[in-house]
């Protein structure tokens, strides 16, 4: 049964200007700066090419271990070099890319699964609402985790897979979410009124419903990025994520423990940009939640 069987007092239709409204708010100094560091990992993650002075993979044996250029070390390795005399500032450039691209590819997985399911199950309800819900309990009941290393050791680390993997984490909040919206758009009224009308009930989703949801659907993205970010890092830590001769954050992590106490250039600026970057979106994220939620933005003022 569809969800749209609702009161006739049917409301109008008002489209969520989401974007205008954050457009028109001026945020204060401390999510400026958060948004300038985002966008400079962004720029220097597409265009690692032309920024890193090395390739992430070019060694010098003779120039290993060396120390950052602040610390006496040699000056064209500003951040130091590592056990096998790679350019460590080069390796975090491409890093934050590797990591980046696993995570908004997993964040755009997870946000429409999510979505699609959690749409599917508010409009038919009944057998269909129970299977998806049960699913969306059972994935937020497992250690995602340790699911994961478990499939990845059995089936091989695999890009793909490992890609999948993160997208299909924290799925489950985006169909909450999403049936939610559309539970809550029924009670408004205007979806049935517009289905009255003669309209398709896909393009009621389309141009109507998803519109005015997509305000929470990113926010929801915000505040999840940081947790894909974390669990691609975690992944690549424990030897099962982003595999050499290629780089990620987690793997620069990983590579750097062993070098903690005699060499420690090698892994913290990497944990540096993955606690700022996670940090930066987690505040941009609540910023723009308090913007958006009218209940907050009028607690606020």
Not at 7 to 15: D, E, M, T, V
Not at 113 to 133: Q, Y
Not at 165 to 176: E, H, K, P, S
Not at 209 to 221: C, E
Request: proline fraction near 5%; glycine fraction near 10%.
């Amino acid at each position: 049964m569809s969800t749209f069987d609702t009161a006739p007092n049917a409301l109008p239709l008002r489209r969520h200007r989401w974007l205008t409204r954050i457009w028109k708010i001026r945020p204060p100094l401390i999510i400026g700066i958060c948004i300038a560091w985002l966008v400079l990992i962004v720029l220097a993650a597409l265009f690692a090419e032309f920024i890193a002075p090395y390739g992430f993979a070019e060694q010098s044996l003779l120039k290993r271990l060396k120390p950052p250029a602040f610390l006496g070390g040699l000056p064209e390795y500003w951040l130091g070099t590592d056990n096998l005399g790679r350019d460590v500032l080069s390796r975090v450039i491409y890093a934050m890319r590797t990591s980046i691209l696993i995570a908004v590819m997993g964040t755009i997985i997870g946000a429409t699964v999510g979505t699609i399911l959690g749409i599917v199950a508010a409009h038919f309800r009944g057998w269909v609402d129970d299977i998806i819900m049960v699913m969306v309990d059972f994935q937020a009941s497992i250690p995602f985790l340790i699911v994961a290393l478990a499939v990845l050791a059995f089936f091989g680390n695999n890009f793909i897979l490992l890609v999948v993997l993160i997208g299909l984490f924290g799925w489950d909040a985006y169909a909450r979410l999403a049936r939610g919206m559309v539970l809550s758009a029924n009670g408004q009224g205007y979806a049935l009124a517009i289905r009255t009308l003669g309209v398709h009930p896909a393009k009621v989703y389309l141009r109507h419903v998803v519109p005015n949801m997509m305000g929470i659907i990113m926010v929801q993205v915000t505040l999840n990025f940081p947790e894909i970010i974390l669990l691609e890092t975690s992944l690549s830590f424990l030897g099962l994520g982003v595999q050499p001769p290629g780089t990620s954050l987690g793997l620069l992590l990983g590579e750097g423990r062993n070098y903690l106490a005699t060499s420690w250039w090698i892994g913290v600026p990497a944990g540096i940009v993955i606690f700022l970057t996670t940090l930066a979106i987690s505040l941009l994220g609540d910023w723009v939640r308090d913007k958006l939620d009218p209940n907050l933005r009028d607690r606020i003022a």
